[in-house]
């Protein structure tokens, strides 16, 4: 069974920078596209971030040119660079596989954007 933990959320004022980090248990993570998702108040989760197992990456249009997503496989991680912080941008961040089905979500860490 697949775990992720998250980390690296806090308060940052708009135009900030955060660093998130997430980790998954197992010995397989090198063969899975990664991605890290949001959900904000009253919304639905989303999909803002994926990379392949080759490295390719995909961003959805609200962070694309802000935000960048990396892999570690020697470390089992994946990070999500995100620059240029919006309010909009507040919501609890989760990493899970992407473009292919879900495994169980990790507690997330929660990202506020607010002066």
């Known amino acids: 069974q697949v775990q992720f933990v998250e980390s690296g959320g806090g308060l940052v004022q708009p135009g900030g920078s955060l660093r998130l980090s997430c980790v998954a248990s197992g010995n397989i993570f090198r063969i899975y596209a990664m991605g890290w998702y949001r959900q904000a108040p009253g919304k639905q989760r989303e999909l803002v971030a994926g990379?392949?197992?080759?490295?390719?990456?995909s961003y959805a249009d609200s962070v694309k040119g802000r935000f960048t997503i990396s892999r570690d496989n020697g470390k089992n991680t994946v990070y999500l660079q995100m620059n240029s912080l919006k309010p909009e941008d507040t919501a609890v961040y989760y990493c899970n596989r992407a473009f292919t089905s879900l495994l169980s979500w990790g507690q997330g860490t929660q990202v506020t954007v607010s002066s």
């Open positions: 990379i392949g197992s080759g490295g390719s990456t």
